[in-house]
């Protein structure tokens, strides 16, 4: 078992946060002395608090750079594969 006060902000991680659970991706942007502000790339993405010592089934990988690019010109793209028609 990991927990969310090992992981840095600013990063990029796949994580499971159950056992059996389904892989998500995470961005920790804020840390205090007891808690950690998440953004969660869920549909929709979430924002949200989680305590220090709060468990984490597994830590897959911290993505890097380049992974992340590339998650990145996919991610953003989204609107593109829906046909998002705002111009109506």
């Known amino acids: 078992m990991y927990s969310y006060s090992l992981l840095e902000t600013g990063c ?3 994580i499971q ?3 059996n659970s389904p ?3 995470i961005k920790p942007t804020v840390e205090s002395d007891h808690c950690i502000f998440i953004t969660r790339y869920d549909e ?3 924002t949200e608090w989680r305590r220090k010592n ?3 089934h597994d830590i897959i990988e911290c993505l890097t750079d380049e992974s992340v ?3 990145e ?3 953003n793209n989204e609107d593109a ?3 998002d028609d705002d111009d109506d």
Request: proline letters at 4%; hydrophobic letters at 40%; charged letters at 25%.
């Open 44 to 46: 929709p993405m979430v």
């Open 54 to 56: 709060d468990t984490i």
């Open 17 to 19: 946060e159950k056992e």
């Open 81 to 83: 594969l829906y046909g």
């Open 23 to 25: 892989i998500a991706l």
């Open 73 to 75: 010109k996919n991610y």
């Open 12 to 14: 990029y991680y796949l």
């Open 69 to 71: 690019k590339s998650w």
